[in-house]
Nanobody
């Protein structure tokens, strides 16, 4: 079974940057979708960025557009999330997820949460 491993979380001050990485334990299809979700206590997990791997098309929630960049390195089964100009409201546990893309992927990413494969999460804390 595919396992996903996140890394790169940490604590930085507002305005700083972090890069999160998600690596799959085995070769996964190049046509699936990978995404990053964020969760804070008491709230639902929120999709913040996603990439359709086969077409290399990316999607972002409005709150991170222009600040976050999702990218993939198919050769090493890794998807990265470059986070710049971080704000305290970006604080949370970040999870990566992977699965085959839904048929309507252009309409539902990055908020679609029907993924079957999830990482364990990595904490990001932004101080003001």
């Amino acid at each position: 079974e595919v396992q996903l491993f996140e890394s790169g979380g940490g604590s930085v001050q507002a305005g700083g940057s972090l890069t999160l990485s998600c690596t799959a334990s085995e070769v996964i299809t190049g046509t699936g979708c990978m995404a990053w979700f964020r969760q804070v206590p008491g709230k639902d997990r929120e999709g913040v960025a996603a990439i359709a791997r086969g077409s290399n098309v990316s999607f972002y929630v409005d709150s991170v557009k222009g600040r976050f960049t999702i990218s993939q390195d198919i050769a090493v089964n890794t998807v990265n999330l470059q986070m710049n100009s971080l704000k305290p409201e970006d604080t949370g546990t970040y999870f990566c997820a992977w699965d085959r893309c839904p048929i309507e992927w252009r309409d539902v990413l990055p908020t679609w949460n029907g993924y079957n494969y999830w990482g364990q999460g990595t904490q990001v804390t932004i101080s003001s």
